[in-house]
């Protein structure tokens, strides 16, 4: 019988719909007669069971089940609750064709004809496998999640709902706030703040700024259960659904009493260190950074650099050190010495702001954090000028006391071997005398003015140790040095080679000196003599005279009055400075054998000293020397002062050629 048209189009629809429904791979679909024999296969259906429709139609659909859910009659009572109620829906264990397992989510329809008479059944199947999996992996996260902070007893960790209730609690919570779960769950949030905050709306605004910024954080006082007080860190995070709508927050409080406590007693400390260092003032005490620029500076600083802290915070502190010192990498030796032995310490030259000098005492000590990493250095620095004056000026005291003791006693031995030496003198003086009247002989003429020539040599030699043993008689009158000076220029002029030039340069405002003229003008060719000797290739050889008030602390003899300095300088080798020392010893000489005596600046200095003044010697190896000779100042004027000498005493002498060796020629 050919089919009508409604019939032909229900074949149709029937035939589309199976067709979407074959499409369809994620789910397995498919239908069961009456008693539960498989009559329609998808290709989602072979895809998640493994069988292909020719394997499994008119198979029972329990065999997709496990063995223990075939024994219990799971598939028997599934159909049944289908047929009473229409659907039934379950999840479970299925079993592939290949034995292995998946959990499924399973859905059993009822079908029905037009009569209400019992067709069979579509059933719908889905691997869900991941998905629970996804979920247990969940639950077993939240599970060791809870066990976690449940644990915890050191932070108070527990949710609020939207509106500040308390929705959970942890063991940290109870120990650290002092309520059980079942007391506080449900409570506002705001009880755990105290009576002045929460007037002050303090646990709103928490919310509010943890919804508003993403989190909130924050210390403060909050009360316990049993009303006490403690010093909280609290962090506020907002939880929000998949939707972005506000679940809840959560909060986790810690009880850092003790640690703020330590905190504000290293503050406290620290303050009063700070005042401590700030009201030092004899020390300069300040902190660089690794690189050595200044980060702190206290009042002794400012007092002994003369920087305000404005001035040199984040300054080099190389700026104290001289260029010379800079020049010479002083400053980052000092870091890396402090850095390497955990201390450097020197003493030295320091600069000011006005750029004055002053000897320093310095300690630097490398500052580390907990790691041990430099964080920077402490440096401690004293002015020391004062005491290392005293000590030079006590040094310079006692050296002199034993040179003085020591030129006292060779003073001394000198005066005794010239009393006897001039005895003998004497006695051959007599016999020269007598040799003279007597003898007519040419010989006898010849040697005895030998004899004599040698006794004038030796009255010269005992005059000078007389003179440094102050053992001679002193005819002293009052002289202008002017005069002196210009009338003994020639003989030593004369005496110069070509290549040495004289400068005399002593004016009448010099005052006058009472000393005896014979020994001034003896000292003054023996300086000069010496100056002579010390210039081979020629020099300049300077007489200048100066007139001085002097105090004790101005000079290294110790003078203290009105006194001529008259200095003779010259241009030549200089003196080492181990030999200086020595000089002014009678026989003491760097010349050779047979070129001097050693006693022209031991008759120098005997003279000196004999005057009431002293005598000094400076000298620079390469550079030349200078020899001053200090004169008291005449207590009573010079007479006729009035003529003037025929050449003026600071005119350049050039020197005459030296006719002859001067007798007496002194070192």
């Known amino acids: 019988m050919p089919l009508t048209t409604t019939d032909a189009q229900h074949f149709s629809d029937s035939h589309r719909l199976e067709f979407f429904i074959d499409a369809v791979a994620d789910y397995a679909i498919y239908t069961l007669d009456a008693d539960g024999f498989i009559t329609s296969w998808n290709t989602g259906a072979e895809k998640i069971k493994g069988y292909v429709a020719s394997e499994i139609l008119g198979q029972h659909f329990s065999r997709f089940f496990t063995t223990e859910d075939q024994a219990n009659g799971v598939p028997t009572e599934m159909l049944a609750k289908a047929k009473a109620e229409g659907r039934y829906e379950a999840e479970g264990w299925r079993v592939r064709k290949d034995g292995t397992r998946f959990w499924s989510n399973g859905l059993v329809q009822r079908v029905l004809d037009r009569n209400g008479v019992l067709l069979g059944y579509a059933k719908i199947t889905r691997d869900i496998t991941e998905r629970v999996a996804a979920h247990q992996s969940l639950l077993q996260s939240e599970r060791r999640f809870r066990i976690l902070v449940d644990g915890v007893t050191d932070y108070a960790i527990y949710m609020l709902d939207p509106s500040g209730m308390i929705t959970n609690w942890n063991a940290g919570a109870e120990r650290l706030k002092g309520y059980a779960a079942e007391e506080i769950v449900g409570q506002h949030f705001s009880k755990f703040y105290t009576r002045e905050e929460r007037a002050k709306g303090t646990p709103l605004r928490v919310l509010e700024a943890a919804v508003q910024n993403g989190r909130y954080e924050g210390e403060g006082w909050r009360v316990r259960k049993d009303g006490s007080r403690f010093w909280a860190s609290v962090v506020v995070t907002p939880i929000h659904n998949d939707a972005g709508q506000l679940e809840g927050f959560a909060k986790v409080t810690r009880d850092i009493t003790e640690r703020r406590a330590a905190h504000e ?32 500076w206290n009042a002794g600083a400012e007092r002994i650099k003369g920087y305000t802290a404005e001035e040199i915070i984040g300054q080099h502190f190389s700026l104290f ?28 030259h320091r600069v000011r702001k006005d750029g004055t000098l002053f000897w320093a005492n310095v300690v630097i000590d490398p500052i580390r954090d907990e790691r041990g990493e430099l964080i ?80 004038q040599r030796g009255t010269a030699l005992t005059r000078q140790l007389l003179a440094f043993s102050r053992k001679q008689g002193a005819h002293a009158e009052v002289v202008s040095l002017a005069e002196r000076i210009e009338a003994v220029r020639g003989m030593i002029a004369g005496s110069m080679r070509k290549s040495v030039k004289l400068v005399a340069s002593v004016g009448p405002e010099i005052w006058p000196v009472k000393v005896d003229p014979g020994e001034l003008e003896l000292g003054l060719v023996n300086i000069a003599f010496n100056a002579r000797d010390a210039m ?24 203290q009055g009105e006194f001529v300095a008259l200095r003779v300088a010259d241009t030549g080798i200089g003196i080492a ?32 000293q004999q005057s009431g003044g002293a005598v000094t010697i400076d000298s620079e190896v390469g550079k ?28 350049n002498v050039v020197p005459l050629r030296t006719k002859g060796r001067l007798a007496g020629d002194q070192d």
Do not use: C, W
């Open 376 to 455: 920077g250095f402490a440096k401690i620095t004293r002015d020391i000028t004062d005491r290392r004056d005293a000590e030079i000026a006590l040094r310079q005291a006692q050296a002199q006391r034993v040179h003085a003791q020591k030129m006292d006693a060779l003073g001394q031995l000198t005066g005794s071997i010239v009393h006897d030496f001039n005895n003998l003198l004497t006695v051959v003086e007599s016999y020269v005398r007598l040799g003279k009247k007597v003898g007519a002989d040419p010989e006898m003429k010849r040697a005895t003015e030998s004899v004599e020539r040698a006794l």
């Open 624 to 651: 030349g020397t200078t020899v001053t000779v200090y004169l008291p100042r005449a207590d009573m004027a010079v007479a006729a002062q009035s003529a003037e000498p025929e050449q003026p005493a600071s005119a």
């Open 265 to 296: 007693a290293l503050r406290q400390s620290e303050r009063q260190f700070r005042l401590l260092v700030s009201g030092v003032t004899d020390y300069a005490l300040f902190m660089l950074d690794p690189n050595g620029l200044v980060t702190s």
């Open 577 to 608: 400075p181990d030999v200086l020392p020595q000089v002014f010893e009678p026989f003491f000489t760097t010349k050779g054998p047979e070129k001097g005596t050693g006693l022209g600046l031991a008759q120098v200095y005997g003279f000196a």
């Open 536 to 559: 081979p290739d020629g020099g300049l050889v300077t007489v200048t005279a100066e007139n001085m008030l002097l105090s004790s602390d101005d000079n290294a003899a110790g003078l």
């Open 321 to 348: 050190y001289t260029e010379h010192d800079r020049a010479a990498g002083l400053p980052g030796r000092a870091l890396h010495t402090a850095t390497r032995d955990g201390r450097f310490e020197t003493e030295g």
